[in-house]
């Protein structure tokens, strides 16, 4: 099987290759777009801001491959909030996979002096309702984030931080999940392995 993870002006790339070769899983780390389109799965991982990473793939057509694939891509972190319809982050229009829009967290005078932007560590995903979540009926799961992206027709399990949100997302060959998997043990290693295993 030939796995490739997108290689863009984005962080994590490294985290999820280790990842994977944990599992056994080797992987490819390339923004070729021929080596992309005959992947037979693609990882879109990512740190950093939207309207950079948007305006580096439209640059190098990654935008175009990306959404034109037909095997199984999984975007992770700012790879599933690429895969919406718009960012608020710097006023961002993304790749419209999915037709939620992401919104930035923000606090008013009713939530908890503990509770801060980003949301940073361990949080628990449930309402979980796809193959990609095979023997993982809720758990917890590793986030840093200060944008979410919005519950809609396309959430397939979401998370409580100052509202509930989709903490993941698919519609037909595209998955998404907000948290980091790479960095979720046991949880995220066996979310990892049902992306693989999906036909």
Not at 134 to 146: A, P
Not at 153 to 158: D, F, K, L, S
């Given at each position: 099987?030939?796995?490739?993870?997108?290689?863009?002006?984005?962080?994590?790339?490294?985290?999820?290759?280790?990842?994977?070769?944990?599992?056994?899983?080797?992987?490819?780390?390339?923004?070729?777009?021929?080596?992309?389109?005959?992947?037979?799965?693609?990882?879109?991982?990512?740190?950093?801001?939207?309207?950079?990473?948007?305006?580096?793939?439209?640059?190098?057509?990654?935008?175009?491959?990306?959404?034109?694939?037909?095997?199984?891509?999984?975007?992770?972190?700012?790879?599933?909030?690429?895969?919406?319809?718009?960012?608020?982050?710097?006023?961002?229009?993304?790749?419209?996979?999915?037709?939620?829009?992401?919104?930035?967290?923000?606090?008013?005078?009713?939530?908890?002096?503990?509770?801060?932007?980003?949301?940073?560590?361990?949080?628990?995903?449930?309402?979980?309702?796809?193959?990609?979540?095979?023997?993982?009926?809720?758990?917890?799961?590793?986030?840093?984030?200060?944008?979410?992206?919005?519950?809609?027709?396309?959430?397939?399990a979401t998370t409580d931080y100052i509202q509930p949100y989709s903490s993941a997302l698919h519609k037909d060959n595209f998955y998404g999940v907000q948290f980091h998997p790479e960095k979720s043990a046991e949880t995220g290693a066996r979310i990892?392995?049902?992306?693989?295993?999906?036909?």
């Amino acid at each position: 099987m030939k796995l490739a993870i997108v290689k863009y002006n984005a962080g994590n790339i490294q985290s999820v290759l280790f990842a994977l070769e944990r599992l056994n899983i080797r992987a490819i780390v390339t923004d070729d777009t021929n080596e992309i389109s005959t992947a037979d799965k693609v990882i879109f991982p990512g740190v950093g801001e939207a309207s950079t990473a948007m305006q580096y793939l439209r640059e190098r057509k990654l935008d175009q491959v990306i959404t034109a694939l037909k095997q199984p891509v999984l975007g992770v972190c700012l790879g599933m909030q690429l895969m919406c319809a718009h960012s608020e982050e710097n006023d961002t229009n993304c790749l419209n996979i999915f037709d939620e829009p992401v919104r930035r967290f923000h606090l008013n005078k009713t939530h908890s002096a503990g509770v801060k932007i980003p949301q940073i560590g361990w949080n628990k995903i449930y309402n979980v309702q796809s193959p990609l979540f095979e023997g993982v009926d809720q758990g917890y799961c590793y986030f840093v984030h200060s944008y979410y992206a919005s519950l809609g027709e396309h959430t397939i399990a979401t998370t409580d931080y100052i509202q509930p949100y989709s903490s993941a997302l698919h519609k037909d060959n595209f998955y998404g999940v907000q948290f980091h998997p790479e960095k979720s043990a046991e949880t995220g290693a066996r979310i990892l392995e049902n992306f693989i295993n999906l036909v």
